[in-house]
C-alpha cells in the first residue's frame, strides 16, 4: 500500500483515487469516513469520540491523523483530553500533520510492518 498525493477534496492510496475522507484500518483496509456522529464545528464536522475509538479499537502501534489540507480538521477539547488520555493508556503514538506533509511518514511505517490505523481529511 502507498499513499502517494492528495489535493483538495481527494486523496490517491495505490493508484485509487478517493474523493473523500478515509479511514486507514489495522488489517489495511481502506473505508470512507463516516462523519455522521460528527458535530458541526466552525464550518466542519469534527474529529469525533466516536471514530476515534473504531480507528483506536485494534491498538495500532501507530496512529495517523492527517488533518485535512489547511490542518483546519476540528476536534472538541473533551475529545482532545480524551484521545491524549486514551493513546497514553495503550501506549499508541499518534502522528498529527497536514495531510499532504503526513503522507510520507506514513508510507515509511507500512514499510516497516507496523501496526498503524488512521483518519485522512482531505478538505480544508
Given at each position: 500500500?502507498k499513499?502517494?498525493?492528495?489535493?483538495f477534496g481527494?486523496?490517491?492510496?495505490?493508484?485509487?483515487?478517493?474523493?473523500?475522507?478515509?479511514?486507514?484500518?489495522?488489517?489495511?483496509?481502506?473505508?470512507?469516513?463516516?462523519?455522521?456522529?460528527?458535530?458541526?464545528?466552525?464550518?466542519?464536522?469534527?474529529?469525533?469520540?466516536?471514530?476515534l475509538?473504531?480507528?483506536?479499537?485494534?491498538?495500532?502501534?501507530?496512529?495517523?491523523?492527517?488533518?485535512?489540507?489547511?490542518?483546519?480538521?476540528?476536534?472538541?477539547?473533551?475529545?482532545?483530553?480524551?484521545?491524549?488520555?486514551?493513546?497514553?493508556?495503550k501506549?499508541i503514538?499518534?502522528?498529527?500533520?497536514?495531510?499532504?506533509?503526513?503522507?510520507?511518514e506514513?508510507?515509511?511505517v507500512?514499510?516497516?510492518?507496523k501496526?498503524?490505523?488512521?483518519?485522512?481529511?482531505t478538505?480544508?
Amino acid at each position: 500500500m502507498k499513499f502517494e498525493k492528495t489535493k483538495f477534496g481527494s486523496i490517491v492510496i495505490s493508484g485509487k483515487k478517493y474523493k473523500h475522507d478515509v479511514y486507514l484500518h489495522t488489517e489495511g483496509s481502506i473505508t470512507k469516513r463516516d462523519k455522521s456522529h460528527s458535530e458541526r464545528m466552525n464550518g466542519h464536522k469534527e474529529l469525533s469520540k466516536w471514530e476515534l475509538e473504531k480507528m483506536l479499537k485494534n491498538e495500532p502501534e501507530i496512529f495517523f491523523v492527517g488533518m485535512g489540507q489547511s490542518g483546519v480538521l476540528p476536534i472538541s477539547n473533551e475529545t482532545e483530553k480524551w484521545l491524549h488520555s486514551t493513546l497514553e493508556e495503550k501506549n499508541i503514538k499518534m502522528i498529527r500533520k497536514k495531510t499532504p506533509n503526513i503522507l510520507n511518514e506514513v508510507n515509511e511505517v507500512l514499510e516497516q510492518g507496523k501496526k498503524v490505523s488512521g483518519i485522512f481529511h482531505t478538505t480544508c
